[in-house]
């Protein structure tokens, strides 16, 4: 192998160790892929369609995420709701958006049995998995997370914390989102996703 070559494989191991515990072709497109996924989110934070002011824009120099983790990509299983109730959610404004409870997703995470509550919005009938956890209001965002998911015809699914984001008030206090409830804490540090928003770090 040319030295050059050599040296950015050196390169890619240190800063994205997932695509060298897993060296596939599978893991190492996944990992182009949540690059180019990050370069885009990046790219629209640059432009007046995302949630930054221009003084905000002037000072961007990307987001801040962890490093891509294996052990952050769980299979989960819903244990569905007895009665699709439809609930308020409360938002960053003090106002409530109408979601429906769909069940408690289960998974296990670094060996340890885990739920999540699922939710589905009302006006765009989107999912919507919101979480806090350790690291919520140090190193990331202190009113949770979000996650986007699709949910098979068995209730299984893939939770991916990598690809775990900052809603748009985190970075705008000017945006309205929905709050994380706190039956959606994990008692863990997830580090995985989206870190903390920094303009200009």
Request: positive net charge; charged residues 25%.
């Amino acid at each position: 192998m040319p030295r050059r070559a050599v040296a950015r494989c050196a390169l890619v191991c240190l800063l994205l160790p997932i695509a060298c515990s897993r060296s596939t072709p599978a893991a190492r497109d996944y990992v182009t892929t949540l690059q180019r996924e990050r370069a885009e989110k990046d790219a629209l934070f640059r432009t007046d369609a995302g949630p930054l002011t221009p003084q905000q824009r002037a000072m961007f120099r990307g987001l801040n995420y962890w490093q891509p983790a294996a052990d952050f990509v769980v299979d989960a299983q819903l244990i569905a709701a007895a009665g699709l109730d439809s609930l308020q959610f409360p938002t960053s404004k003090g106002t409530f958006d109408p979601y429906v409870k769909l069940g408690r997703l289960q998974f296990e995470l670094r060996r340890r049995p885990y739920e999540l509550t699922l939710y589905r919005s009302v006006e765009g009938g989107h999912l919507f998995l919101p979480f806090i956890d350790r690291t919520s209001g140090r190193e990331s965002y202190g009113a949770g997370r979000y996650i986007d998911l699709e949910l098979a015809a068995d209730g299984s699914t893939r939770i991916d914390f990598n690809r775990a984001y900052n809603p748009y008030c985190a970075y705008n206090a000017g945006w309205t989102c929905p709050l994380a409830p706190s039956e959606n804490m994990l008692d863990l540090r997830v580090e995985a996703g989206e870190r903390s928003f920094a303009p200009g770090h």
